[in-house]
């Protein structure tokens, strides 16, 4: 027969295993039970490092709704009211107004470079840059020079823009009128995929192309810069609303006319409180551009479905998994 305080040992033993076992989960998953819903805009390139942080957050306990798509504006404002926990691809300082709008740092916690060397701008093909000695979106205002990117007739050039609610887009529009394009230079707006599609399949059959694109994104690995097509520079700095004043050059000094960018996670400023924690997590995040672009590029080629996106996230997290831990544990002793 066992004695009785071997008996009251072993129950104690039991106990205290399982104190710590419980302990540890609780370490490794302080999120658990808590629910998060990820939002991004309409540019499907974006799951993949929206998925990032989700899987982030999933192994930390908390359980994560599927993606919502709101385009900018809305995303922010959503985030700032509780509508949604995070957006991962909020643009410094392209998103500045967006941000601020939506209440700024009272509402909102940005977080450190997610994912940095963003650059966007316009560009044509190079054979006519070559031959009609094209630099800079100015000599656009030359109607002989625009009619040679006129797609439908009217006689001005038909520039691939960017979609309403983007930011680019009051960009654009901006210069626009800061440039004295208005009257040859048509800003056409939709579905960048459906207008970029076109802008390809245009310079595939040999026409000159100018569009607006941005890094990382697929575009340029389709159209490469230096090789097919070349940046055109602006004649001088002009952005609307909080960057009026900014000076757009580049260091190397070329002037693209637009700021150079970089990606942050965004997320609702009440969540961050009430999970500390989480703030840890987002600042210690960073995924190269280069990282992104490679993965947009194998969307393009044909895996763009969920379950490719999906996998191509678990993918990379299981080539970068002492990385992607180091994010983990960041959180989790902070949690502790």
């Not at 939709?190 to 694109?213: K, M």
């Not at 500390?276 to 997590?281: A, G, H, N, Q, R």
Request: glycine share 8%; charged share 20%.
């Amino acid at each position: 027969m066992t004695s009785s305080w071997l008996k009251k040992a072993g129950l104690g033993l039991l106990a205290a295993t399982m104190t710590l076992s419980l302990s540890a989960q609780a370490n490794d998953r302080p999120g658990e039970g808590a629910v998060v819903t990820p939002l991004k805009s309409s540019i499907a390139e974006e799951t993949f490092q929206t998925l990032l942080v989700s899987r982030a957050l999933e192994e930390l306990g908390f359980k994560v709704n599927d993606i919502r798509e709101l385009e900018y504006p809305a995303a922010h404002i959503a985030i700032a009211n509780g509508d949604g926990t995070f957006l991962a691809d909020h643009w410094y300082p392209m998103h500045i107004d967006f941000y601020e709008k939506a209440g700024g740092v009272k509402k909102l916690f940005r977080s450190n470079v997610y994912s940095d060397g963003a650059l966007s701008g316009y560009l044509i093909d190079k054979k006519t840059a070559d031959k009609y000695a094209i630099t800079n979106i100015e000599q656009l205002k030359d109607p002989k020079i625009a009619k040679l990117f006129d797609n439908n007739g009217n006689g001005k050039a038909d520039l691939t823009g960017c979609p309403p609610g983007w930011s680019c887009e009051q960009i654009i529009e901006h210069h626009m009128d800061a440039y004295g394009l208005r009257d040859t230079v048509d800003h056409n707006q939709g579905s960048y995929s459906a207008l970029i599609a076109g802008t390809i399949a245009q310079f595939n059959r040999g026409e000159s192309v100018i569009y607006y694109t941005w890094l990382p994104y697929w575009v340029s690995a389709v159209m490469k810069p230096g090789k097919d097509v070349v940046w055109l520079e602006v004649p001088f700095s002009s952005l609307p609303g909080a960057g009026k004043d900014t000076d757009t050059s580049l260091p190397n000094g070329k002037n693209y006319g637009f700021r150079p960018n970089t990606q942050h996670i965004v997320a609702n400023q009440d969540f961050i409180k009430q999970y500390p924690f989480t703030e840890v997590l987002f600042n210690a995040m960073n995924v190269s551009n280069a990282d992104i672009s490679a993965q947009n590029l194998v969307m393009r080629n044909g895996q763009d479905n969920d379950k490719d996106i999906a996998r191509h996230a678990d993918q990379w997290i299981k080539a970068n998994r002492a990385t992607f831990d180091g994010w983990l544990k960041a959180a989790r002793d902070a949690a502790q």
